[in-house]
């Protein structure tokens, strides 16, 4: 799977148009100058060699050098990640600080008004693009108040808290509305079945049942469609950090892909596709340990 | 904004080496094309000492370059370098001036073909060394290396000096070298880089400007503190600089209206009446909205064609689609700066009539159909070819539309790939000769038309001996321009900074680049 999505990361980049060389050089370089270039970076070889030396460069983990920077990619992207990474650790925890109780709610208040409630917050949470989420705290919450900077990233562990609050609750308002159904359905689907009747039988009650039995039980599909929303987050990511001028790899996309920087737009995609493999692996994982009915094959 | 990108010049610098005779110093203004710079809300005038320090956050949207002088194709490139790594002299925030930058002053004497600088009393380097003779011959090595502006110093053939006084020699006269010594293309550098490799050096760069670099990266923030070792105690005024890329529009006005931020380079006249008036910067209007006509194929190869369009477009629809920051085009090359003349004609205005008669005379009569392409990353385009659409269509000439991403058309816009390409352009340096470099460099703004006569026309330009000779010239190329229509200017306008109204000594040139240590914060 990997090597297929190095090969069409490969493959995408090598059909956008531009000349490299042209980036590199300058637009006004001239013609002895680009194909100066052209053959220092191999680009008049075949495709097929070209690709060879990528996916070698790849293995030893080389991701190349930015045609702006003349830095390793690697680095660029290692500069970038801590803010990301901070982002998604923080929307998720804020994703399940929201999702989790309300679904459970939801889920034990069925078809009441609280139940309602929920899911037309998660109606509203789905109909908001994050962009647009982002820009109305922005104006209502970070302006007014003052509590939150506008954009950027702090230096100290409270800046940057205070930071990637706004960011992360913008990510977060978009991705409950799915943790909250799921776990809802699940949680409900599990309290109708034989064992949770049978638990009740003997006495099982009120919060024990839901915590022990019920809740344990609607993790899995919770988990998994967890995994998918942080699939979602990455890419989220790229529209939050740009909205709130966070320095993470997110804006390391745009940035690199508005320039034509080539080896960076390759090194991001490669490590977006990368995190979301990684992602479900460990959901998988996780939802195994939850339900010992689930077995993973090898 | 839109990228300038750089100045080629070494083919007609090399050539210029067989123009001879008087000249005169290309840097005293005339006065007469000098409308100043509009400052809303701004003191230009600095107050030494008032301004306290603190930090200035200026926020741009262009991703900076890099380090290499050559390379710089961004204005926020050039914006940066200058303070960093200062060039003898700055240009003046009228566009036509020139005033001291590392050198206090300068005696340029064309007959004995001798420029002798005479360095600020201090002038150091961030490490501490001073500034001298061997740094600036050093620097022009690197600078004359560039694949992109190398050349444009082949003028001088010597650097010499000794203690304070740099004497550079030419080996012939050039009335476009000191706008050329001004810009921050021509920054001093450390001889042998300060004892790095050049490597190491464009990854931690050192100069003799009002600041150094503290982080840097490209297409993140750049910090820049004062510089304990810089000729004028007083500046920078500020105790630090970030630059911020910020990409997202509505960011960059959040920033700026909370205080974040306290300039917002280069706005978008599309989304400056969103900014408190007070706040938006205008500078000097400048910057020609243009298109070329592709002339070496049909169907602008036929220049009665080529005329058709001229009088076919409706310059008061975009003037009006454009706002208040654009106003009807003057000409094709780029207004207020130094010996900027007018055609001796008037510039095209729409004549539905005469375009039609023109298409009947011509080799597309009964209708034709051209490709126009652009930066569909650019509003202000977006917007005005929409506008070329419909007017040509009158006329029936069929305009398929091409948005491309910026490389993209980048390429074919260079490559000359296509009927018709749309495009603004403005100055980097104060002297008409930059507008008229960079038509030559473009193939004539994209169209592919003859540059020979251009070529020649500013070699005479490079050797008038008079402004006004100079400005003759300039006139000759406005009307060239009229004549063939291989490009049309089809508005001229400013270029806009968001400031906050309380900074001190912000001034831009009319092409919106200022100098970063003049400012302060203010009260």
């Known amino acids: ?298 | 904004m839109r990228r300038r990108t750089g100045i080629i010049v070494f083919v007609l610098m090399a050539l210029l080496a067989g123009a001879c005779g008087d000249s005169t110093d290309g840097t005293e203004a005339t006065g007469d094309t000098a409308t100043g710079t509009t400052q809303p809300g701004t003191d230009a005038t600095v107050a030494p000492g008032d301004e306290g320090g603190g930090t200035l956050t200026a926020v741009r949207f262009e991703s900076f370059d890099g380090w290499v002088l050559d390379s710089a194709a961004a204005y926020s490139s050039y914006q940066t370098h200058q303070a960093v790594i200062e060039p003898l002299m700055r240009f003046g925030a009228d566009g036509q001036s020139i005033e001291p930058g590392l050198a206090e002053s300068w005696d340029y004497d064309p007959d004995g073909l001798t420029i002798t600088f005479t360095l600020h009393e201090g002038a150091r380097f961030s490490n501490g060394d001073p500034v001298t003779a061997e740094d600036v011959a050093f620097s022009l090595g690197i600078w004359n290396a560039g694949p992109n502006f190398g050349g444009s110093w082949d003028a001088i053939v010597g650097v010499t000096g000794e203690g304070r006084e740099i004497v550079m020699e030419l080996a012939y006269p050039d009335n476009t070298l000191m706008a050329v010594l001004a810009s921050s293309i021509s920054g001093i550098m450390p001889m042998d880089f300060g004892g790095m490799t050049e490597d190491e050096y464009y990854n931690n760069p050192i100069g003799a400007g009002a600041f150094v670099v503290d982080e840097w990266s490209i297409g993140g923030r750049i910090i820049l503190t004062p510089n304990e070792f810089y000729y004028d105690p007083e500046r920078p005024y500020v105790d630090e600089l970030i630059l911020d890329v910020v990409t997202d529009e509505t960011e960059r006005q959040i920033l700026f209206d909370s205080g974040e931020a306290q300039i917002i380079e280069y706005l978008s006249p599309t989304v400056a009446p969103q900014y408190d008036p007070a706040d938006v910067y205008v500078c000097t209007v400048h910057s020609v909205e243009h298109i070329g006509l592709n002339v070496l194929r049909p169907p602008f190869d036929d220049l009665l064609v080529r005329q058709a369009v001229a009088y076919a477009i409706d310059y008061e629809a975009i003037d009006a689609a454009l706002g208040e920051y654009f106003g009807l085009p003057s000409g094709i090359l780029s207004p207020n700066i130094l010996n900027w003349a007018p055609p001796s004609k008037p510039y095209f205005r729409r004549n539905l009539d005469m375009a039609n008669d023109l298409l009947a005379q011509s080799s597309a009569a009964g209708g034709t159909s051209a490709e126009l392409i652009y930066d569909a990353g650019n509003a202000l385009d977006t917007l005005v070819v929409q506008i070329i659409q419909a007017n040509l269509a009158e006329i029936g000439i069929d305009v398929s539309l091409s948005a491309l991403e910026t490389g993209a058309f980048l390429d074919r816009a260079f490559s000359i790939d296509a009927d018709m390409t749309i495009w603004n352009y403005g100055a980097i340096s104060p002297n008409i000769s930059d507008p008229m470099i960079w038509i030559y460099a473009t193939g004539w703004l994209f169209s592919g038309f003859e540059t020979d006569t251009l070529f020649d026309q500013f070699l005479a330009y490079a050797d008038a001996a008079t402004n006004e000779d100079m400005q003759a010239i300039v006139t000759e190329i406005q009307d060239g321009a009229i004549d063939e229509a291989a490009a049309i200017a089809v508005a001229e306008g400013s270029y806009l900074h968001a400031v906050n109204q309380n900074l001190t000594g912000f001034a831009s040139a009319p092409w919106g680049l200022y100098y970063y240590d003049t400012i302060g914060l203010g009260g």
């Open chain 1, 1 to 298: 799977m990997l090597f297929g999505i190095v090969l069409v990361v490969f493959l995408v980049l090598q059909i956008t148009p531009g000349d490299p060389a042209r980036q590199i050089a300058g637009l006004r370089a001239s013609e002895a100058d680009l194909e100066e270039v052209r053959q220092e970076l191999g680009l008049n070889d075949p495709v097929i060699a070209q690709y060879g030396r990528y996916v070698g460069n790849l293995l030893q983990g080389d991701l190349g050098y930015s045609y702006k920077s003349r830095k390793p990619v690697a680095d660029i992207i290692g500069d970038r990640i801590s803010v990301t990474v901070w982002l998604l650790t923080t929307g998720v925890l804020m994703t399940l600080l929201i999702s989790v109780p309300l679904g459970v709610v939801a889920a034990l208040r069925k078809d009441r008004v609280a139940d309602h409630a929920i899911r037309g917050f998660g109606l509203l949470g789905l109909s908001m693009p994050a962009f647009w989420t982002g820009v109305i705290l922005l104006l209502l919450v970070a302006l007014p108040t003052g509590w939150f900077p506008a954009g950027g990233f702090g230096d100290t562990f409270g800046e940057k808290l205070r930071a990637i609050f706004l960011p992360a609750l913008t990510l977060a308002i978009g991705s409950s509305p799915f943790i909250i159904r799921g776990l809802r359905a699940a949680m409900i689907s599990v309290m109708e079945s034989d064992y949770i009747s049978t638990a009740r039988s003997v006495g099982v009650a009120g919060g024990r049942l839901v915590r022990r039995f019920v809740l344990r039980n609607a993790a899995g599909p919770g988990v998994t469609l967890l995994a998918i929303e942080i699939g979602y987050l990455l890419f989220g990511a790229v529209v939050i950090e740009t909205t709130f001028a966070l320095p993470g790899v997110g804006q390391g996309l745009v940035i690199a892909a508005q320039g034509r920087d080539l080896p960076s737009v390759q090194g991001y995609t490669l490590l977006f596709a990368l995190v979301v493999v990684a992602v479900y692996l460990l959901s998988d994982v996780v939802t195994a340990m939850l339900d010992p009915r689930v077995e993973i094959d090898t």
